[in-house]
């Protein structure tokens, strides 16, 4: 086993079956879990050298010793089980009694007016003894030095108003003589019945706050709802726009090779025709060709006669072809609805864009009323601490009202700005 320490930090004893916790540290097995059994209440487990906290208890790992010489405490070699550690004594955290020499055990009550901590062993004189019976005892708290005067080394019993601060009863001879004082317990009350106030504005505004939680919550649902919905219909009626513009490219491009084939077909005809035409005229040619080298001049005049019968009796039709016959009209008015769908679109989406930005999906509300009633109160305060500024104290009585009016005027601002 390699560590450090020859002796267990719960118990102050020798190593008796070693354990070690995640965090390294080494204890009994009895010492830790008996120091663990008593944190199964909180749910929460700290290292007790450390401090290091677990949310979940750990599981100590078994060690094997090599100073088992030093442990063994019978020649049977197997020791006595240490005493379980006593918890009752105060930790770092802990406020001790102050009677308890030595290792201090845990204070259980504090006295208000002893302004020291007792165990519930040195607490019994206060609970049988008369002596005490005036004695406040309350649960153990720290810093009691708190509770004293610093000046007089009394307990501080008292609160003045004018200064705002708690006193001893000798403090009132003196130091704060004529000032607006009042018991601590009366003060308290006081203090409390605003403290009451105060919490239940709080908890009115939790309420308020957890009601526009939930109204939040439900509008962001249904943000999420629509526009899911305004997703799925745009992309079906964008779906249906496309597949309307496949059936007008699909039309258009049926129109364009309809008159594409009639006009080749009607092309292709009168190409053949022509083709026969001029076969003929070449045939007939040859014939007059052929003719004007015959020698039979009755021959040439019969025959001659015929041929130029036929040639003025046929006439051939001409076949003219439309210069500005082209598929430029289609282009040109595909273009044209390109660009009146650009535009249109362009419009609509500018439109719906500035419609949805406009609308605010949720806004902080000035407290308008509230602010312009801190304003009113403020300045009628102001006034009332320029009518007394007015007049200047002359005498020590004169002094001393002039000052009490002025700090629970000054405490009355306060306790307005810190409501509002």
Not at 15 to 31: A, N
Not at 73 to 94: C, I, K, L, V
Not at 198 to 204: F, R, S
Not at 221 to 232: E, T, Y
Request: charge should be positive; include cysteine.
């Amino acid at each position: 086993m390699s560590y450090d320490q020859d002796l267990c930090y719960l118990c102050k004893e020798d190593f008796r079956d070693p354990v070690s916790i995640p965090c390294g540290h080494v204890f009994c097995s009895l010492c830790i879990k008996t120091y663990w059994d008593h944190a199964d209440q909180t749910g929460q487990y700290v290292c007790p050298q450390c401090r290091v906290t677990y949310n979940k208890r750990p599981s100590p790992r078994r060690l094997q010793s090599s100073r088992s010489s030093s442990t063994l405490r019978n020649s049977d070699g197997f020791p006595p089980a240490p005493p379980s550690p006593d918890y009752n004594y105060a930790g770092p955290q802990d406020v001790g009694c102050d009677i308890c020499i030595g290792k201090k055990l845990k204070a259980v009550k504090s006295c208000l007016m002893c302004l020291a901590s007792y165990c519930e062993k040195h607490l019994k004189p206060h609970y049988e003894s008369s002596t005490f019976k005036r004695h406040k005892l309350v649960d153990e708290i720290g810093h009691l030095d708190r509770q004293i005067c610093p000046q007089h080394q009394k307990g501080l019993e008292l609160y003045c108003r004018t200064d705002q601060m708690c006193i001893c009863v000798l403090c009132t001879v003196k130091e704060h003589k004529g000032h607006d004082m009042v018991s601590a317990e009366q003060e308290r009350a006081e203090m409390q019945q605003r403290l009451g106030a105060t919490q239940a504005e709080i908890q009115e505004k939790i309420h308020d706050r957890v009601k526009q939680m939930e109204e939040l919550k439900q509008a962001v649902d249904a943000l999420k709802n629509s526009a899911q919905r305004a997703l799925q219909e745009s992309e079906k009626m964008f779906g249906d726009m496309l597949r309307s513009i496949e059936r007008m490219q699909q039309e258009m491009t049926k129109l364009i090779s309809t008159n594409k084939k009639a006009a080749l077909n009607n092309a292709e005809g009168h190409m053949e025709r022509l083709g026969q035409e001029i076969a003929d005229l070449k045939r007939r040619d040859g014939e007059l060709t052929q003719l004007s080298r015959t020698e039979d001049h009755i021959h040439f005049i019969q025959s001659y006669h015929m041929l130029i019968a036929q040639t003025d009796a046929e006439e051939l039709p001409s076949v003219t072809v439309n210069p500005y016959y082209s598929f430029g009209p289609v282009t040109k008015a595909v273009s044209e609805m390109k660009q009146h769908l650009n535009e249109f679109s362009n419009e609509e989406l500018v439109k719906v864009a500035k419609t949805v930005n406009k609308m605010p999906f949720c806004q902080l509300e000035e407290r308008k009323k509230k602010n312009e009633e801190r304003k009113k109160s403020m300045k009628a305060d102001d006034v009332d601490m320029y009518k007394s500024l007015s007049s200047a104290p002359r005498t020590r009585d004169e002094f001393l009202q002039y000052q009490r009016r002025s700090r629970t005027s000054g405490r009355h601002h306060h306790q307005m700005s810190n409501q509002l």
